[in-house]
Nanobody
């Protein structure tokens, strides 16, 4: 059984910062890509940032220069540092990870439960 547990969401004023954390636990053989998505009310879930097992990173255009994704392989954890937050960043943020289990014989994407980020103007 694999779980992703997120933390770090909350309420912040525009221009402020938050750091989200996501830790994977369970019978993990290896973790491949990890990333963050978000879903605002009435909108589709969208990719925010991602990182590969070799720490190559990708960002949505809307967050480039403001958000940083960092991965700690020793802790099976991925972080999302969010700076200069805007009201339009308000959403539920979800962590996901492509994880191999069963000695590498099974691979699938797992999702966290989501954490609310609210940015007030």
């Amino acid at each position: 059984q694999v779980q992703l547990v997120e933390s770090g969401g909350g309420l912040v004023q525009a221009g402020g910062s938050l750091r989200l954390s996501c830790t994977a636990s369970g019978s993990i053989f290896s973790i491949n890509a990890m990333g963050w998505y978000r879903q605002a009310p009435g909108k589709q879930r969208e990719s925010v940032a991602g990182t590969t097992s070799s720490s190559t990173t990708l960002y949505a255009d809307s967050v480039k220069g403001r958000f940083t994704i960092v991965r700690d392989n020793a802790k099976n954890t991925v972080y999302l540092q969010m700076n200069r937050l805007k009201p339009e960043d308000t959403a539920v943020y979800y962590c996901n990870a492509d994880i191999s289990t069963n000695w590498g014989r099974e691979t699938r994407v797992y999702w966290g439960q989501g954490t609310q980020v609210t940015v007030s103007s």
